[in-house]
């Protein structure tokens, strides 16, 4: 099955820098990456996905490229603001299945400091 | 609904005791799913309905675990006999028609066994 690695495990910034999270999948059949923003107590919501066919995708200060060849890709995050501070994760799914079951990585707890 | 709803949000269970965690979907989402999600990691699929048809339940850790969505709206998640190791975050999410598309996490069910 899908194993999906992610890194680093927490990461420390202060406001206004970027932040880069970066992830790997193992299996060559998974075609949609989202990426989860989980507060503390709260569910995940997503903040961005990318499908496979696509190299890149921007919304505003967030960004994801994808690495089909090295089977990687990275959530961008650009002018980080202390709400940004939370635990993001990463997610592949297989086109196999013909429904979208998601191999989460372990997560990234990021905080921004003012 | 306006969103995932999932009850109760909180449960102590006595190792021994059946619970039954119960999951109301997005109107109109066909797909749901469960996930469990341990302390400080990411959350792990455990079974997967498209309407009323249970269509993976590879995920499940034991046959003590049992979901059913009798009507392909509601859902619920049971497990008998509960053990320490099932203290968890338990995570339901919808999804709209189709591969690939977002999936809606409802707030969880954190169950505690002692």
């Known amino acids: 099955g899908e194993n999906v690695e992610q890194h680093p495990s927490t990461l420390s910034v202060q406001e206004g820098d970027s932040a880069v999270i970066k992830c790997t999948y193992s299996?060559?059949?998974?075609?949609?990456f989202p990426w989860y923003k989980q507060e503390l107590g709260k569910r995940p919501q997503l903040i961005i996905d990318?499908?496979?066919?696509?190299g890149e995708k921007k919304d505003q200060r967030i960004a994801v490229t994808l690495n089909k060849t090295a089977k990687h890709f990275s959530l961008h995050i650009t002018e980080t603001q202390p709400e940004d501070s939370a635990v993001y994760f990463c997610?592949?799914?297989?086109?196999?299945?013909?429904?979208?079951?998601?191999?989460f990585g372990k997560g990234t707890m990021l905080l921004v400091s003012p | 609904g306006a969103g995932v709803s999932q009850s109760p949000r909180y449960k102590v269970a006595k190792r021994g005791q059946d619970v039954a965690l119960r999951c109301d979907p997005i109107?109109?989402?066909?797909?749901l799913f469960w996930y469990q999600q341990a302390l400080g990691q990411g959350p792990e699929f455990l079974t997967y309905?498209?309407?009323?048809?249970?269509?993976?339940k590879s995920g499940l850790p034991s046959d003590r675990f049992f979901a059913e969505r009798p009507e392909g709206s509601v859902s619920t998640l049971k497990i008998q006999r509960t053990q320490q190791e099932d203290s968890a975050v338990y995570l339901c999410?919808?999804?709209?028609?189709?591969?690939?598309?977002?999936?809606?996490f409802g707030q969880g069910t954190r169950l505690t066994v002692v």
């Open positions: 999410a919808s999804t709209s028609p189709g591969q690939n598309t977002e999936a809606f």
């Open positions: 299996d060559s059949a998974s075609n949609y």
């Open positions: 990318i499908r496979s066919n696509v």
């Open positions: 997610a592949a799914s297989p086109s196999r299945l013909g429904y979208s079951t998601l191999t």
């Open positions: 109107s109109g989402h066909v797909s």
């Open positions: 309905f498209q309407n009323e048809a249970q269509l993976d």
